[in-house]
């Protein structure tokens, strides 16, 4: 009797999936290509027929329901419509409301379209089942909805390079499943959320190249799985957290084109996990830590355009790696270490500080 059950159960499953999406999904992702214009590749010449599970360009189902699961739509792709076109995509348009009748959705990518323009819809936020949502490289506008703590299972929130203003809301730090943040080359002002901190799962998080303001909050000295902090070309004053430099596995920090001041702490400097570091172009003051040992390994080191005194820490000398390093436009004086990296390294690297000598600049 169980295994008549249990066949009957196949087979009505099996019937189900095979008899294709539902209506309301299908008429949901019409209107969401109504608001929409791509006219070089035919994307979506192939959104016909009762089944948008079947063969629908970027349209992929749960098997189990056919329920809309993924909406994978990318403007740059090695998919052969565009290898056969020669070209990357191109999209204008908005985005429809319409998708938030998807609440199967757990990938929305609508990616490197360049001319997809409006605001993302506030519903999108009430998606639960959301993991991905990937928008970057496009002409978006409007705020990031106010919401948007609400999608407790995305992972990866991709805004970047488009034009989205006002600022990141509050609500971001309930976003408990957040691993991949980037909100790069946009309008977004305002602070940093003071308890950032929370998203304990982030492993990156991408800030650079907006208007944001106020100081960097402590908090984020408490996320230990974060290995990638950019928030570069901001308006950030204050100083830079000791706390940083403490942190486990935090490897590359950006932060140049701020107002940021104070002195250098010597823990960023001293890390040996730290491998890209750059506080170029701030108000940065004091002199450089000579902390630098042999597990000291930087593929990056810029602290160029600051306010920093003293001489070139002579520790440097004993770094394991130091692959680029600039120290121009400061207020050093006195004569540059011998031996690595500075064998290798041209006189830019030294230009426009007070008194430094010695090779590659003149003689002592």
């Not at 010449?45 to 089944?51: F, I």
């Not at 208007?211 to 984020?220: A, D, R």
């Not at 940065?284 to 602290?303: C, H, K, Q, R, T």
């Not at 692959?323 to 690297?349: K, Q, R, Y």
């Amino acid at each position: 009797m169980r295994l008549w059950f249990g066949a009957a159960l196949l087979l009505l499953v099996l019937a189900w999936a095979v008899s294709g999406c539902p209506a309301s999904d299908r008429e949901a992702l019409l209107a969401f290509k109504a608001s929409l214009s791509e006219p070089y590749l035919g994307i979506f010449n192939s959104w016909t027929g009762t089944d948008c599970c079947s063969n629908w360009y970027g349209i992929s189902c749960d098997p189990t329901d056919a329920r809309v699961a993924d909406i994978n739509l990318r403007g740059e792709s090695e998919d052969p419509i565009f290898e056969k076109a020669g070209r990357s995509g191109y999209m204008t348009g908005t985005i429809n409301p319409s998708i938030c009748r998807l609440d199967r959705l757990t990938n929305l990518i609508l990616a490197d379209w360049k001319g997809i323009s409006g605001e993302i819809p506030a519903c999108i936020t009430s998606l639960s089942s959301l993991r991905v949502v990937d928008l970057v490289g496009n002409k978006i506008s409007g705020r990031i909805p106010p919401a948007i703590g609400d999608l407790r299972r995305v992972t990866v929130l991709n805004l970047a390079d488009n034009q989205i203003s006002g600022e990141i809301p509050a609500s971001i730090v309930q976003m408990s499943s957040l691993m991949h943040v980037d909100l790069r080359n946009n309008r977004i002002s305002g602070p940093i959320p003071a308890d950032f901190g929370k998203l304990t799962m982030l492993s990156r998080a991408l800030l650079g190249r907006n208007q944001l303001n106020g100081t960097i909050p402590s908090s984020i000295a408490t996320m230990y799985r974060l290995a990638d902090l950019d928030l570069s070309m901001n308006h950030i004053n204050g100083w830079v957290p000791e706390e940083l430099g403490k942190m486990r596995v935090l490897s590359t920090l950006t932060l140049d084109s701020n107002w940021l001041s104070g002195k250098l702490p010597a823990s960023l400097l001293s890390d040996a996990g730290m491998g890209i570091l750059n506080l170029s172009r701030n108000w940065i003051e004091g002199e450089i830590p000579d902390v630098f040992g042999s597990n000291s390994y930087f593929m990056a080191l810029d602290l160029s355009h600051n306010n920093l005194k003293g001489k070139i820490p002579g520790s440097l000398s004993s770094a394991k790696y130091i692959g680029h390093l600039d120290v121009s436009h400061n207020h050093l004086c006195g004569p540059i270490p011998i031996g690595e990296p500075f064998e290798h390294l041209e006189a830019s690297s030294f230009a426009n500080n007070d008194c430094l000598c010695g090779n590659p600049l003149r003689t002592c």
